[in-house]
């Protein structure tokens, strides 16, 4: 045993808590826990206690664990990370869920592979400007929303950030802020915020979707 059962329950009774501080249904906010880069034994014990949602980065790590552990019933696979076009095939298979869309080549072939089963996905936006690698300006979110609303083989249910890591707890609540405004005014209920270093603060500022693996599983190498 790792310890993971134990961690779990910590991570769930902070998430809680943070609910609790704002009001909040605890069953308003899922956890994704994210497993990437570690063992699929490790994923059995989270599973074992409970844990249903999983977060990968990486498309062929995903095709890979989604075969090794493909007897776990109900268990829900979240892409978390970018994708080429040559991957999408990975996710487009096993995926529950998919967070960080932010290009039209990639929504276009994951919707033409998922026509039969629309796969619910959280558009990446980067509210953190230039400290942010990755995801949609808030300028260009509008029109990639129209043109991803209208693919039959996608549900765009929310968005998603991955924001600079900050030691400032107001800045950090200022992108989570940001990306809660940019929802609303877009009508998407959904928002994947938070990760082990904020999660507590993401729930409190909305998050429905947290993504925490650190705190779950370890550092990764
Ligand atoms: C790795 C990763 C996480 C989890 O980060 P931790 O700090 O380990 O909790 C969350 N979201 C994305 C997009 C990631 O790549």
């Not at 796969?119 to 979110?141: D, I, M, R, T, Y």
């Not at 200022?174 to 270093?197: C, N, Q, V």
Request: charged share 25%; with cysteine; proline share 5%.
């Amino acid at each position: 045993m790792s310890g993971l059962a134990e961690r779990l329950a910590e991570v769930r009774a902070r998430m809680a808590a943070a609910c609790a501080r704002v009001g909040r249904a605890p069953e308003s906010v899922t956890l994704v826990a994210v497993s990437k880069l570690k063992p699929g034994a490790l994923i059995r014990e989270a599973y074992a206690a409970g844990q249903r949602d999983f977060g990968e980065n990486y498309a062929q790590e995903l095709r890979d664990k989604a075969v090794e552990l493909a007897d776990l019933e109900g268990l829900r696979w979240h892409a978390i990370g970018p994708l080429q076009t040559n991957k999408v095939k990975y996710v487009a298979k096993v995926a529950h869920a998919y967070h960080a869309l932010e290009r039209l080549e990639v929504a276009q072939e994951l919707s033409r592979r998922r026509l039969d089963a629309p796969l619910p996905c959280q558009v990446e936006v980067n509210v953190g400007g230039e400290a942010s690698k990755s995801g949609l300006s808030p300028e260009a979110l509008g029109p990639f929303l129209d043109a991803v609303r209208a693919l039959p083989g996608l549900r765009v249910e929310g968005l998603m950030s991955l924001p600079p890591p900050t030691e400032d707890e107001a800045v950090a609540r200022g992108y989570f802020r940001t990306l809660r405004e940019l929802a609303r005014k877009h009508g998407l209920p959904g928002l994947s915020m938070g990760t082990t270093h904020d999660f507590e603060l993401a729930i409190e500022e909305g998050a429905t979707l947290v993504r925490v693996g650190t705190a779950l599983f370890g550092e990764r190498g």
